[in-house]
């Protein structure tokens, strides 16, 4: 399928009608009887009693549309027929057509809430139930001859214009009755032979959608009697392959999709357009504008992706209308109305950052007393942050379960007791969140809550890269594919409510599902990881995933670097996951460093004073060379550097021991040069090189001091990673020429001063306990 926005010709209505009854204003909505309601129950809420009896109670909550642009036709007498057994998200995004497009009030729905009685059509021929259901509806229009019966399918259609233009399409056929046309013989091939030729168009008939005259239709129904497992499509096949019932009842195919677009085996012939504020669809195999567009076969998936945004659901100049559909608000000021969710939280691999997934998960803007928690750790190296988040907050919430590695509880098993739990607690809607998962924006939760879909998933991507949560598109055999569309969802150029085939890592699916044995998630099918099975049972039962970008809900962490041998890991993050990174370890007042009202400090003539870094990270990274402890033994040998011998030799560890070269050179890319650029005005040099990059311990029995000397830099950095006249007395650097010492160094704090010529300095001595510094000769 090409996808391209361009201009076209276009007929479409866009008025938007409610349907049902909107309840209970802002406060919520009120949960219906049905078992596949979607909706989240809001405690204390109560239903008028004719609502709550009501099978078919769909609430909807639309945006104001505009005004109608239907044609000036004169529409004839039409009665819409469908069916459709369970209220699906599918048939929702049919019945939001109707309502978009102002034919509501035609539409008939036959079976609704009933046994579905046609066989398995997902696998197998089937159908004959539509049939019967149809003539039975039309018994008392059988001798009409001038009213116009519209049927369709519901769960893979949507309409793309108003009625009235798809009656007078259908009148230009002069046609008494016209069935859609698809490039399949289906379900009999060998019948093939027996269709009449067409020079031009798709040849085969497709029942999925048709329109004709009352009379017509009903006796074509009635040619002979079809069981309910029997295959509808063939029935009419074997009719319109009678050429004497061909002719007696005018029947036609829509070759040329003027009317019908069928999806499958013609994906590649339609584009999606846009004209002012409308998407459309063009055939560009035939240049026609199809009016009612059916995802029949394999074509589900594209069916989903263009009802993105056809029928109003998305518009460049308003956005996601659709995301307007059945949303509710639920009141900060009365948390006793809060439905009640199961967050479950599964920690599956070892993962970078888990504190800060932990406090984003608290700061929830929830009340606790509505939330359980449930976790499920299979990593021992994580058991001590897990531990620490339980025993200082678990208490607060409705009720906290953690089971730990040595329980050996697989991942799948986990899955699965979680939504256990949540039906035991009696919950609305279970979170689903893996470890890598950040919802930094406070409001993600509600907001999901408030959104109202079966399945919802917050867009998180792994910063500065391509990778989310998502897939706008999978190949046939079930992998990644990319949408026409990945790139502007991902980079927010669109922000909408987005159907798509895969989502993973967090999710809050309504309690509703889970409950069902019908639709329940699985997390094991064949060879798939659980990511996959999940998103492929979901596929398989019919059931929606959204992934929402209508405002910035978190990231994900990319945990494929972690190593957890090292000394504190996530020290080693800065390149991978460079975000929360920034957010543990550099100083809060670092921004202030360019703040053009405020002048850098100078303790000495051309060296500045910059906090760059807390002490966190001072303390892990004497921390990281204190556990490798090969410190050199301060003499002018030295085995490491490439000469062998070292003029000014200090007690230190090389960055290259400690496998932290490279993050050390992307943090004076990164944080550093920043800086020296504000500074040192006219001097740029990106990257940044260091050769010598080390951490110097002076001790009063080990090294006390330094003698004056140059570095072998254009400029030097000096970070202290501890506290004077608290770990040490004594210390500091004395620069000579200007005789002006630095001698009350704050731990995260960095000395930038010119290495040659100028600035001739000297390490002072320590007279007790042990100073650490972070040294770089940057641009030697």
């Known amino acids: 399928m090409r996808i391209r926005i361009t201009s076209g010709r276009l007929t479409l209505s866009v008025v938007l009608l409610l349907y049902g009854d909107l309840v209970a204003g802002n406060e919520g909505i009120c949960k219906t009887k049905l078992s596949h309601?979607?909706?989240?129950?809001?405690?204390?809420?109560?239903?008028?009693?004719?609502?709550?009896?009501?099978?078919?109670?769909?609430?909807?909550?639309?945006?104001?549309?505009?005004?109608?642009?239907?044609?000036?036709?004169?529409?004839?007498?039409?009665?819409?027929?469908?069916?459709?057994?369970?209220?699906?998200?599918g048939f929702?995004?049919?019945?939001?057509?109707?309502?978009?497009?102002?034919?509501?009030?035609k539409l008939n729905i036959l079976g609704l809430g009933e046994p579905w009685k046609g066989g398995n059509v997902v696998k197998y021929a089937g159908g004959g139930y539509k049939i019967n259901l149809l003539r039975k509806a039309l018994k008392d229009h059988q001798n009409d001859e001038t009213k116009i019966i519209l049927f369709t399918d519901s769960y893979d259609v949507i309409f793309l214009g108003?009625?009235?233009?798809?009656?007078?399409?259908?009148?230009?056929?002069?046609?008494?009755?016209?069935?859609?046309?698809?490039?399949?013989?289906?379900?009999?091939?060998?019948?093939?032979?027996?269709?009449?030729?067409?020079?031009?168009?798709?040849?085969?008939?497709?029942?999925?959608?048709?329109?004709?005259?009352?009379?017509?239709?009903?006796?074509?129904?009635?040619?002979?009697?079809?069981?309910?497992?029997?295959d509808d499509q063939l029935f009419y096949t074997t009719v319109y392959l009678n050429e004497e019932l061909r002719i007696r009842h005018k029947i036609k195919l829509d070759h040329k999709s003027e009317i019908f677009q069928n999806l499958f085996g013609a994906v590649a012939d339609v584009e999606l357009r846009f004209k002012g504020e409308e998407a459309y669809l063009q055939n560009i195999v035939y240049n026609t504008v199809p009016l009612v567009l059916h995802g029949n076969g394999y074509s589900k998936l594209v069916l989903n992706s263009l009802g993105n945004y056809l029928a109003r659901a998305w518009t460049p100049d308003e956005g996601c209308l659709a995301c307007w559909d059945r949303t509710i608000e639920l009141d900060k000021t009365k948390p006793e109305t809060y439905p009640v969710i199961l967050i479950a939280v599964f920690i599956e691999r070892p993962t970078p950052f888990l504190e800060e997934f932990f406090r984003d998960i608290y700061h929830q803007f929830y009340p606790k007393?509505?939330?359980?928690l449930f976790v499920h750790n299979n990593v021992p190296y994580h058991e001590d942050v897990v531990g620490d988040f339980f025993e200082k907050v678990g208490q607060e919430y409705l009720s906290a379960k953690q089971i730990l590695p040595s329980d050996s509880v697989s991942e799948v098993d986990a899955r699965r007791l979680a939504m256990e739990h949540c039906l035991l607690k009696e919950c609305?809607?279970?979170?689903?969140?893996?470890?890598?998962?950040?919802?930094?924006n406070e409001f993600t939760l509600k907001l999901l809550v408030e959104q109202q879909r079966g399945i919802i998933a917050p867009l998180l991507i792994r910063p500065f890269k391509a990778w989310s949560n998502f897939w706008g598109a999978i190949t046939d055999d079930g992998f990644y594919a990319r949408s026409f569309d990945y790139m502007e969802i991902i980079k927010n150029e669109r922000r909408g409510l987005w159907n798509v085939p895969f989502v993973s890592n967090c999710y809050l699916i309504n309690a509703t599902i889970i409950a069902s044995k019908v639709t329940r998630p699985t997390y094991e099918h064949g060879d798939l990881d659980t990511e996959m099975a999940f998103a492929h049972g979901n596929r398989q039962r019919g059931l929606f995933m959204y992934v929402s970008n209508r405002l910035e809900f978190g990231h994900l962490v990319d945990p494929d670097t972690y190593n957890i041998q090292l000394t504190y890991p996530d020290m080693y993050q800065i390149i991978d996951n460079k975000l929360d990174w920034e957010r543990r370890y550099i100083h809060p007042n670092y921004s202030e460093n360019f703040n053009p009202d405020k002048k850098p400090i100078q303790p000495c003539p051309d060296v500045y004073w910059f906090p760059i870094v807390n002490l966190r990270f001072t303390k892990e990274l004497v921390g990281i060379v204190e556990t490798y402890g090969q410190w050199s033994d301060g003499t002018n040998q030295d085995p490491r550097l490439s000469g062998g011998y070292e003029n000014v030799p200090t007690r230190d560890i090389h960055m290259n021991q400690v496998q932290y070269e490279q993050q050390w050179l992307y943090f004076l890319k990164e944080f550093v040069r920043p800086l020296q650029e504000l500074v040192f005005t006219g001097y740029f040099h990106d990257p940044p090189r260091s050769l010598m990059n080390f951490v110097v311990r002076y001790r009063p029995d080990e090294q006390p001091s330094l003698r004056p000397h140059h570095d072998s830099s254009t400029y030097t950095i000096n970070i202290a990673l501890?506290?004077?006249?608290?770990?040490?007395?004594?210390?500091?650097?004395?620069?000579?020429?200007?005789?002006?010492?630095?001698?009350?160094?704050?731990?995260?704090?960095?000395l930038m001063h010119p290495g040659r010529l100028t600035h001739y300095h000297e390490g002072l001595r320590v007279t007790a306990g042990t100073r650490y510094i972070m040294i770089s000769f940057v641009d030697p």
């Open 37 to 89: 309601d979607v909706y989240f129950p809001l405690n204390n809420l109560s239903c008028p009693e004719d609502v709550s009896d009501n099978k078919s109670f769909i609430i909807e909550r639309y945006r104001p549309a505009k005004k109608s642009c239907t044609s000036n036709f004169d529409t004839p007498d039409v009665l819409v027929f469908t069916v459709a057994s369970n209220e699906t998200d």
């Open 722 to 750: 501890n506290q004077a006249g608290v770990d040490y007395e004594g210390g500091g650097c004395r620069f000579i020429r200007y005789n002006c010492s630095v001698t009350d160094t704050k731990p995260g704090w960095m």
């Open 369 to 372: 007393t509505k939330l359980h």
């Open 162 to 230: 108003d009625l009235s233009s798809i009656v007078e399409r259908f009148l230009a056929t002069n046609a008494r009755v016209l069935f859609s046309a698809e490039a399949y013989c289906w379900p009999d091939k060998s019948l093939a032979a027996q269709y009449p030729p067409v020079s031009r168009g798709k040849r085969y008939l497709n029942s999925g959608s048709f329109i004709g005259y009352a009379s017509d239709v009903y006796k074509i129904l009635d040619t002979a009697p079809i069981k309910n497992e029997d």
């Open 428 to 440: 609305s809607g279970y979170l689903s969140i893996d470890s890598v998962a950040h919802l930094t």
């Open 92 to 105: 929702r995004r049919y019945l939001r057509s109707t309502d978009v497009y102002g034919f509501r009030d």
